[in-house]
């Protein structure tokens, strides 16, 4: 079934060719790994893993890369603030977002490439930019000449004259003009770094994506995907260094960018205090309800949160589930998902609609509950959105498995000053007590975090 995609790039939507009828590739900018992660974080995630599922049935290979960004200022920052090292930060943090991908039922992606992993390559990147005088620098910075490329702001389609003219940022004293961006900055002693023809330092935030993406990929992509903040100036950035040191190639033939996450009529942030942690979400619901409240509006659109959203998906599920018990576990496993469904998908992503289909196809399958084609077609739809993934018994025997949430606060309490007094034969104990209750306990350096088995 042809599949057509809405091309930020093009600003409309197209039919989707990949440059080889056979094969797809796909690249969605992952997390920074410095502390938890929010529920903002986890859309791309959700929404990407549906577009691979899609494309798995269109294609006979996908290759999906996800990166890692485990060095950034920010990994610094909060590194220098809890006094560990960054490497312990990097990881507590990527250990937290696998954790809670799993929990919403994200597939790992095919390649899963970390930054640092790739400092040589952005080195011989740096310097062939250099060298076709793209970039240039500057006070122990390397910084690429937005001046040198004319077709910069084209993703976003913002004029650079205009951008300047509206800036009223002061000015970094190494840049040649405001929009130059960080290729190599310089590394203080305390700080990580690695050693360049510039000096000691470490790579900018644009030029990671770009070099993972030449390396696992090649010079030109299938698909670019990724939050709609990303547009500018991260794939902006992206999209001019990569042309310009692939000799005029583009690095993506389709962008995509997903809606952001807004609080009732804001947008998540720190200075609203209304950031909403995965990790707090999941001690209070299941990750298939988070899950399907986070594509319940159109990717392209900011989806609206809020704890009637989640309850309304966790009541949608427990019906489905709940019917589903009553029969047999096994389905017919070479059923084709509805038709009418796929069809939805292919149009852009449209969950909406698909999710209506799947709501007709349940309506339906309750009239004829025996009929184990139509209920075939009706899992196979919504595995496909990552739904109905686990066991309808499980799944009703993990609800009915409820607590009062200040008992195990009190436990945890309990439990951390017996360990304070090195009681830890009564804090083993506790342990116990909670893992009985369906209590999972995740010590971190500096507090306990708890979630439901």
Avoid at 122 to 144: C, G, P, R, T, W
Avoid at 145 to 171: C, F, Q, W
Avoid at 281 to 301: C, D, M, T, V, W
Avoid at 331 to 337: E, S, V
Wanted: glycine share 4%; net charge negative.
């Amino acid at each position: 079934m042809e599949i057509h995609l809405y091309n930020s790039k093009s600003k409309k939507k197209e039919l989707f060719k990949p440059m080889d009828k056979d094969r797809v590739s796909m690249y969605v900018c992952g997390p920074t790994v410095y502390s938890a992660h929010h529920i903002g974080n986890a859309r791309p995630a959700v929404i990407f893993d549906i577009l691979s599922k899609l494309l798995r049935l269109n294609y006979k290979e996908v290759i999906y890369a996800r990166n890692i960004t485990d060095i950034d200022d920010k990994i610094i920052n909060a590194a220098n603030e809890q006094n560990l090292n960054i490497s312990e930060i990097a990881k507590r943090s990527t250990d937290q977002y696998h954790s809670d991908m799993a929990t919403l039922n994200v597939a790992e992606p095919d390649k899963e490439p970390f930054a640092t992993m790739y400092i040589p390559e952005m080195l011989d990147f740096i310097q062939d930019l250099l060298n076709k005088e793209n970039a240039y620098v500057s006070e122990d910075h390397v910084l690429f000449d937005i001046t040198s490329y004319d077709n910069y702001g084209e993703l976003s389609g913002r004029d650079p004259n205009d951008m300047i003219a509206g800036s009223r940022v002061e000015v970094q004293s190494y840049k040649k003009n405001p929009l130059d961006f960080v290729l190599w900055k310089p590394s203080k002693d305390d700080e990580i770094g690695w050693e360049s023809p510039w000096g000691r330092g470490r790579p900018g935030w644009h030029l990671e994506c770009s070099t993972m993406i030449l390396k696992i990929f090649g010079e030109t992509i299938d698909i670019h995907a990724g939050g709609e903040d990303l547009r500018f100036p991260h794939h902006e950035n992206e999209s001019a260094q990569s042309c310009c040191k692939n000799n005029g190639k583009t690095l993506a033939n389709f962008w995509l960018h997903n809606g952001m996450v807004q609080m009732k009529n804001s947008k998540m942030s720190k200075s609203l205090d209304n950031i909403l942690l995965i990790k707090d979400l999941i001690k209070e619901n299941p990750g298939e309800a988070i899950r399907f409240a986070l594509i319940s509006a159109h990717y392209r659109q900011p989806l609206k949160w809020s704890d009637d959203l989640v309850m309304q998906s966790k009541k949608t599920l427990q019906s489905m589930y709940s019917f589903l018990k009553n029969f047999e576990d096994d389905i017919l496993l070479d059923c084709d998902p509805d038709e009418d469904f796929i069809k939805a998908l292919s149009d852009d992503l449209n969950t909406p609609k698909a999710i209506s289909i799947l709501h007709a196809l349940f309506k339906n399958l309750k009239k004829e509950p025996e009929n184990i084609e139509l209920r075939s077609k009706f899992i196979k739809s919504a595995n496909i959105l990552g739904l109905l993934k686990s066991n309808a018994k499980e799944w009703d025997s993990n609800k009915s498995n409820d607590f009062d949430e200040q008992i195990v606060n009190e436990l945890i309490e309990k439990r951390n000053m017996a360990r304070k007094n090195k009681d830890f034969i009564a804090s083993d104990q506790i342990r116990i007590e909670l893992l009985d209750m369906g209590v999972i306990l995740e010590d971190n350096e500096n507090e306990t975090t708890w979630k439901k088995k």
